[in-house]
């Protein structure tokens, strides 16, 4: 079957660093994205990672090891408003979408 | 750009009626439009894939003769919510695939549809 895990609830510090790790099994892979997800709205498009290694975006980045089936969302500089659902998510061989149950993240002052 | 509305945003039916949900592309047009259901403190769960001009391909679970999907065009999908049940009650979500951008599988999200059957 296919398979995506990620913790189900982290907690972080104002202006800290975390990161949110993402493993996956699945059959083919065609690139794995992450979102994040404010409570009562839709996912927004974080990142997109096909190749490994690390791809940074302002004070987000995010990492992939396809032949370890992992991945990581790395969010420095927390800021409150980064409190989400952070949802990764892998394309199969079929070009569909698996989803993971997401990793919510509580920032505290 | 890259925009995506739904409409409505939160909707409250009667059990056994029925209620529909459209999700626009605003500024590109869509070829693959996706419906998607999450329940409270869960993932999202594909419901159906709809292609414009064919008919919607339904997830293993998701009676189609309940959830009808029509992809009427590029840039238009409805989701209708047919006999609708208290368990029915979710928050409903479109996303829409680029038409001039056949190599990306990014997704471009409506701001969701909150239904709750009473």
């Known amino acids: 079957g296919q398979n995506i895990d990620q913790p189900t609830e982290m907690t972080a510090t104002e202006g800290a660093i975390v990161q949110i790790n993402c493993t996956y099994q699945?059959?083919?892979?065609?690139?794995l994205f992450w979102y994040q997800q404010h409570a009562g709205e839709a996912p927004t498009f974080l990142s997109y990672n096909v190749l490994d290694g690390l791809e940074e975006k302002g004070r987000f980045s995010s990492f992939l090891s396809r032949s370890k089936g992992y991945s990581y969302l790395l969010l420095k500089e927390l800021q409150m408003k980064d409190s989400a659902s952070y949802l990764c998510a892998v394309i199969d061989s079929n070009y569909q979408l698996i989803w993971g149950a997401g990793t919510k993240l509580i920032i505290k002052p | 750009g890259a925009v995506v509305s739904q409409h409505p945003s939160w909707v409250i039916c009667k059990s056994g009626t029925s209620v529909k949900i459209e999700c626009r592309s605003l500024?590109?047009?869509?070829?693959?439009m996706f419906w998607y259901r999450q329940f409270p403190k869960q993932s999202l769960m594909l419901m159906a894939t709809?292609?414009?001009?064919?008919?919607?391909?339904?997830e293993q679970g998701v009676e189609k003769d309940k959830f009808l999907i029509n992809h009427a065009s590029l840039t238009l999908s409805t989701l209708t919510v047919t006999s609708a049940h208290p368990e029915d009650s979710s928050f409903y979500i479109c996303s829409a695939r680029p038409l001039d951008r056949p190599d990306s599988y990014e997704q471009y999200f409506g701001p969701g549809t909150r239904l709750t059957v009473t």
């Open positions: 699945t059959s083919g892979f065609n690139g």
């Open positions: 709809s292609n414009e001009g064919s008919k919607a391909t339904y």
């Open positions: 500024d590109f047009q869509a070829t693959t």
